[in-house]
């Protein structure tokens, strides 16, 4: 499976203010999906991102509240904008397997966000 | 949208048991995979296994799809088992892949 790795593995935020958070993957991969796991939650779907078109939001996500860019197949960020304490969780982005498991979904370690 | 019913909650064992953890699903799934979620967050794949049984040394999963229902055993347990244990399905909807959804998971707490 391709390597996943995020940037930054933790960040402290003021409330207000917004982070990036990139995913880097090491090979080419069609599907990656972004999810938020709240402090001792289990994970949700943030959205889908797709290279070369509008990310999917899951309901009750926007587009101006977690804006995502998908510029090419093996890259893309998360914007968290205008936190609140609220926002304080891990954030997690994930490939859509490929090769012989096409169907089998991996992990990078996590961003994990505290806001202020 | 599909439900995902994971049991028990929490599991308080002692080094050495054998474990069964329970994934219940509300709708025929394409997709079904188990991860461990270590103390430091980090997902780890287990098992993709949308039907029939894999085992990979102390663990082994077995997937019902008729009956909806998938099971993790984890035998001879050791405390490097702690930790969360997730399950999480994918319904095709027709639009191609998507994401997963995951099931609340069981702690499980392994004692020396």
């Known amino acids: 499976s391709a390597v996943i790795s995020q940037k930054p593995s933790r960040d402290i935020c003021q409330r207000g203010t917004s982070l990036t958070i990139q995913c880097q993957v090491d090979?080419?991969?069609?599907?990656m999906f972004w999810y938020r796991q709240q402090p001792g939650q289990s994970l949700t779907l943030i959205a889908t991102a797709n290279q070369g078109s509008e990310a999917t939001y899951e309901s009750g996500f926007v587009i101006d509240k977690f804006p995502i860019s998908r510029p090419n197949l093996t890259f893309s960020t998360l914007t968290v904008s205008n936190m609140s304490p609220e926002d304080s969780s891990i954030y997690l982005c994930s490939h859509g397997g490929s090769g012989q498991a096409p169907d089998t979904q991996y992990f990078g370690p996590g961003t994990r966000l505290t806001v202020l | 949208g599909i439900q995902v019913e994971q049991s028990p909650p929490d599991l308080i064992l002692q080094e050495g048991a054998n474990s069964t953890l329970r994934c219940n699903f509300s709708d025929s799934v394409n997709n079904l995979q188990w991860f461990h979620q270590n103390p430091w967050g980090q997902l780890i794949n287990l098992f993709y296994?949308?039907?029939g049984t894999k085992q990979n040394g102390r663990l082994s999963a077995t997937t019902v799809a008729t009956e909806r229902y998938s099971l993790l055993y984890i035998s001879s347990s050791q405390t490097t088992d702690s930790g969360v244990y997730f399950c999480?399905?994918?319904?095709?909807?027709?639009?191609?892949?998507?994401?997963?959804?995951f099931g609340k998971g069981t702690h499980l707490i392994i004692q020396p």
């Open positions: 090979s080419q991969v069609t599907m």
């Open positions: 296994i949308p039907s």
């Open positions: 999480a399905v994918h319904m095709y909807s027709g639009g191609g892949a998507d994401g997963l959804t």
